[in-house]
């Protein structure tokens, strides 16, 4: 999906781009824009309920069942008319791997088997309710004294046999399968084809290096890795010599404030550490200068920050 405004404003340019030579693939992609923007106000919703009720209700269950639904049918159609069809065009093969990776993070979010957060795993009745195993009365008490003192039978609950246990709520709609493993390529795959045809200060490079970092963090664990790329990414953008337009800088400032928090994410906060977002702080980076002040100009409240979902 287009996760972030920076997605959606590539989806849309790049749409009308291919309309003349190609009207199918034109509408596939307008089609997935609108996926993309009905989508990201569901997990926004979706976020916000997991902050105020942390267990699942009736009223966030649908709200997973509908994210899960857009996420799919989002994925069918890249999959059968928009990867196929995107060899010739650089920037949008690049798009279309990126947006490939964004729905496989949808599900190993909201949909992985096993979960890879507890914020995302349904509150479970008490396992022992109707499952315990069952022990005679008599058994063990004084009044039998063959077997007077011997220690009761140690049992937990029972588990169904291999096939038979109960499927998880979204089964219906996606089969609960571990996700992490094939989304991890996918954002590979999608990391180097950037890095073979954008430049390093190009805004969709920097939207798939910002999602790919909020994923290794989130639900790879893997926080030196996702430190790692944040900081080479943020590199890159200020050896790269291309020129960019003024609207393409804003974005890419945004990007960099965004990838700059998460360079900071799970290390503690010392007192000499400067705002989040800022670069120059962490150990063995450079001092920053003017230029890079500027890029770090935090974005405002009111705009929703990508890599995020």
Request: charged share 20%; glycine share 8%; with cysteine.
């Amino acid at each position: 999906m287009a996760s972030s405004e920076v997605d959606q404003k590539f989806l849309g340019r790049l749409a009308r781009k291919v309309e003349q030579d190609n009207p199918l693939l034109s509408s596939i992609l307008f089609k997935i824009l609108g996926l993309s923007i009905n989508l990201s106000e569901h997990l926004v919703k979706a976020r916000k309920q997991r902050k105020k009720e942390p267990n699942k209700t009736h009223e966030s269950l649908d709200l997973h069942f509908h994210i899960l639904w857009l996420g799919r049918e989002g994925l069918v159609m890249l999959e059968q008319y928009v990867i196929p069809m995107v060899g010739n065009y650089n920037e949008l093969k690049v798009l279309a791997y990126k947006l490939r990776a964004s729905f496989y993070h949808i599900f190993v979010l909201f949909h992985n088997n096993p979960p890879v957060t507890s914020q995302f795993m349904s509150t479970p009745s008490r396992i022992d309710k109707g499952k315990g195993v069952a022990r005679d009365d008599g058994f063990g008490s004084p009044t039998l004294p063959g077997i007077h003192g011997r220690p009761p039978y140690q049992g937990g609950p029972v588990a169904p046999p291999p096939g038979f246990g109960p499927e998880p709520p979204g089964a219906f709609l996606l089969p609960a399968v571990d996700y992490l493993s094939q989304t991890h390529r996918y954002f590979e795959d999608a990391s180097r084809l950037a890095d073979e045809h954008l430049w390093g200060s190009h805004t969709l490079r920097l939207s798939i290096k910002t999602e790919y970092s909020a994923f290794l963090y989130e639900c790879v664990h893997d926080e030196d890795a996702s430190r790692k790329l944040a900081r080479q990414t943020i590199n890159e953008v200020y050896e790269a010599t291309e020129g960019i337009d003024n609207e393409m800088f804003g974005d890419a400032c945004q990007l960099v404030a965004v990838l700059g928090k998460m360079m900071k994410r799970g290390q503690l906060s010392s007192g000499k550490a400067s705002s989040a977002g800022t670069i120059g702080t962490q150990h063995n980076t450079p001092p920053r200068t003017h230029s890079e002040d500027v890029a770090q100009q935090p974005p405002p409240a009111t705009v929703a920050q990508p890599g995020f979902i």
